[in-house]
């Protein structure tokens, strides 16, 4: 089995998010980047594919050399070896291409993908991956189980979860579920050395236009000052709620 | 030229949601001087003809069995085929569960642009432009098309819902099945009774400061008089004390309703990230000093198992009186 884990170079959570001076990009100033969260779910799975049912695995990332080492660390989480199409990831459908091709191109049974990545939020790459491949596709998927040449999934739904099946290959947003928190996997010193040895390779991208361009960033606007209430005197709250946020 | 909507219904429902959708694209086509179509997909238990009070011309009723369960694939080729044949230029999708599968297999089969997590209605028309959230919930950006195709892909509560009067007429379409690489659903389990967080419009959410899952009957209690979702922290999530759909923050869902109530929630600045686009928010915790205060409109400083309880009484006799 050949799993294609598709790898995010995203802010670390804690990140303080600011913008350059004429807000047309984000500032990536003193941030520390890290494999976006949603992948870090998939990529779980895929090791555990790995060790279960010998699965090989191959992490992708369409960025510029810094995010090199977002891949080697995925590389020490157990990947074995490692793809970077040499491209500034313009917008999600351009992402989405380059990802397809390199997936043709390898004839891999599984793709899992983030349901979406912590920068940009746009939810889009694995359902792209999908159709331009035309295979099918689960998003949000929060279970997997893996046979020679179909899989089960759960997926979450608007007030709960669907049970579905579907033949390899196939392409799956993943989230947390996938694996549970407390079982992802952080790389270890063996790892971290192995991972030195493994193949990072790097490709030209293939010739798409992005279908979207990026204006102004800003920031949400600042909250005005809380009204703190006394513990004793909820009914003010109740009373604010109604007359004065008429959220009630 | 028209612009298309999803007017998706749950177990043959509609929602608020789906009229917000419809009042999105009513008022869309309106900016582009056209009409907006509904497009209704599957069997529906009420008329689909109330979409007039939102401003659509029409609506479109596709049934077919090979539409009976979801599939991002086939719906978006169902739905690829009515814009062709309604001229469509721009369709306009709700960002639910299904929505959000359904609009990327569309973008690419209707060779469109997919404008997604949109905060609200479009601020220019040509080029299409939109604002959108990005950092979940740290920065917005202002997105433009270049494409003559477009789907816009917005968050649901991003526009207040005004309905207007009239009926439309709800018309019968086809659709012609290709071979679409479909997924098989084996079962459905939707929690009876819950409001689903995405759509809520009022939610009350509990953090590590209640100590422990047993302590839970108040937040649903208060959820329950003020017709809300639950909801929870990372932590109280990862500690299974409540489910993953609960989780809402930078990782779990970013939610935006009118009325968000944190109880001992310290506010860290990934749980920040999904909430603070809710119109009010309501901070009750026992440290005068947590973060979350500073991100609130309202705060009471104090025991929850007291404050809590007590706000479920207060609410009580509020809906009594009113």
Known sequence: MKVLVCISHVPDTTSKINFTADNSAFDKNGVQFVINPYDEFGLTRAVWLKEKQGAQITVLNVGRAETEPTLRKALAIGADAAIRVDADPSDSFYVAQQIAAVAKEGAYDLILAGRESIDYNGGQVPGMVASILNLPFVNACVGMEVSDNEASLIREIDGGKEKVKANLPLVVGGQKGLVEEKDLRIPNMRGIMQARSKALDVRAPQEIAAKTSTGAFTKPAPKSAVK?????NVAELVRLLHEEAKVI | MSVLVYLE?????????????ALYASKTANMQGTEAIGVVIGAINESAEDAGKYGLSKVLHVNDAALASFDANRYAQAFAHLAQENNASTI??????????LAPALSIKHNAAL???????????SPLTVKRGVFSGKGFNDLSSTETNNIILFVPNSIPLEEGSGAVNVESAS??????????????DRVKGKIPLPEAERVVSGGRGLKGPENWTMVEELAEVLEAGTACSKPVSD???????EHVGQTGIAIKPNLYIAI?????????????ASKTIVAINSDAEAPFFKAADYGIVGDAFQIVPRLTEELKKFKAAN
């Open chain 2, 239 to 245: 500690m299974d004390w409540r489910p993953h759909s």
């Open chain 2, 115 to 125: 404008l997604s997590n949109v905060v609200e209605l479009p601020t220019n028309v």
């Open chain 2, 175 to 188: 659709f012609a099945s290709a071979d679409e690489k479909t997924v098989i659903v084996e079962s459905v």
């Open chain 2, 9 to 21: 219904n749950w177990e043959g429902q509609f929602k608020k949601n789906t009229w917000e959708a």
């Open chain 2, 264 to 276: 001992g929630i310290s506010g860290a600045i990934q749980h920040l990230a999904g909430v603070s």
């Open chain 2, 92 to 101: 306009i999708i709700s960002g639910t569960f299904n929505g959000k599968a």
């Open chain 1, 228 to 232: 703190m209430i006394d513990a004793d």
